[in-house]
Structure formats: C-alpha cells, structure tokens
C-alpha cells in the first residue's frame, strides 16, 4: 500500500467497482485506486461479497440517484429477481416503497423472496392493464419491457433503465438511462445493510476465471436468480 493511502491498510479485507475507464478485473490480481476500495461485509465470504459492487450500485443509484425513489411511492421493478433486480426490490422495500416486480415464471417466488409486495410475469401480453400507474419504474430488462413501460408510470412519474436507451416512442417521459459508477460511500452503506441483515446477495452461478466465456454468456442469458 502506498505510503499515502489511509482509508485501507495491507491485509484488509476490502471489496469495489473499478473504474470503466481502466483494464477490467477479471483476472487474478488488479490494481485499484484506493479511493474506490471499502471494507467487504463481515458477515459474508469473498464470493458473496464480490457478487455485490456492481449489482448493488447499480441498484442503489438506479433508484436513489437517478430514480429519486422515497419512502410510500410505488415502484415498479423489472428484471426483480436478476442480478441487479433483486438487490433494488431489498433496497426499494428498505426504503419504505411498495414494491411491484416482474420476472420470468421460474423466478416469481424467488422475486417475492426478496420482498416484492407484487410479483407478474414480465412476459404477459396483459401487463399494463395489472399494474395501476407507479411513480417509478426501474428497468434492469431492455427490450419491450422498457418500451412498454411508457404507459405503466402515472403523470410526473419516473423511468430509469440500466439496461438500454428508451426508442424515440417513449418521449416525452422523465426518462433516464445511466451507467453505474464506482462509490466507496455507497459500498459501505451497502456493507452496513448486509451485515445488519437487512440486504443479501443471491448467487445464481459461479465459474472458474478459466470459464470467463461461459459466465458472460450466463450473464447474457435470462431466468437468472442472482448474480454471476
């Protein structure tokens, strides 16, 4: 550790997003900013915890950044039982929020698990006529899903996606697409839920770093209950 790095010491334990300006992690040593690095959560081993930095911050920004999500106001999640999705259903029912998910109909359970007040399935033709009009939707799914989402937010609403910019068709809505950034604050707020047992990471598979291919085409593929 550098002579000038105080936040962390040599032999911590520490967990973080990279920056995408740099070379990515996947490999067996990275050099990482120290500004970027907090302590991994002590109640969780180092696979758990590396399931949590880009996920969680996405889900965190993605409703408290971007979607300006408060305590009471409805919030619809697509995608809620997904990598990014079931850490933003924990963190919007955390919040104070009624939570409504989507998911495929292998993961329904699994999205109300997590604490979503409703659950339906993302595939159904009849979608927007079951949810009444949310003060937010947050979009981890892309595709028609974000496209019909449109006509699921009330007026002065919210949409937010991680997935994909929203086609021209969804104008003139409050709309914002956004790519996470690394956060040492939030990643030890994060670190705090998960050790007081109010946020866990669900794993939906693990690969050896000789397996990268497979784990990306994982990452792509869809009914996933977790992270990769």
């Known amino acids: ?89 924990q963190l919007a029912r955390w919040r104070g929020a009624h939570v409504i998910g989507t998911a495929s109909p292998g993961s329904l359970d699994a999205a109300r698990a997590f604490g979503a007040h409703e659950v339906l399935d993302g595939r159904d033709a009849r979608l927007e006529e079951a949810i009444a009009p949310v003060d937010l939707v947050f979009d981890t799914v892309g595709g028609e899903l974000l496209v019909r989402s449109r006509a699921m937010v009330r007026p002065g609403g919210r949409l937010v996606s991680v997935a994909e910019e929203a086609p021209p068709t969804v104008a003139p809505i409050d709309f914002t697409y956004f790519v996470v950034e690394p956060n040492r604050e939030q990643l030890v707020e994060i670190a705090r839920l998960v050790d007081e047992g109010t946020l866990r990471p669900a794993i939906d598979s693990v690969f050896r770093l000789s397996e990268a291919p497979a784990a990306f085409e994982r990452v792509m593929a869809g009914g996933k209950r977790g992270k990769v």
């Open 1 to 89: 550790v550098a002579c000038d790095v105080a936040t962390v010491a040599v032999g911590a334990a520490v967990y973080a997003l990279t920056d995408f300006g740099r070379d990515g992690a996947a490999a067996a040593y990275a050099a990482v900013p120290a500004s970027l690095l907090a302590p991994k959560p002590s109640t969780l081993d180092h696979v758990a915890s590396a399931a949590i930095p880009l996920a969680a911050l996405s889900a965190w920004q993605g409703l408290f950044d971007h979607g300006r999500l408060e305590e009471g106001e409805r919030v619809l999640i697509h995608g809620a039982a997904g990598g990014v999705g079931h850490f933003a259903t």
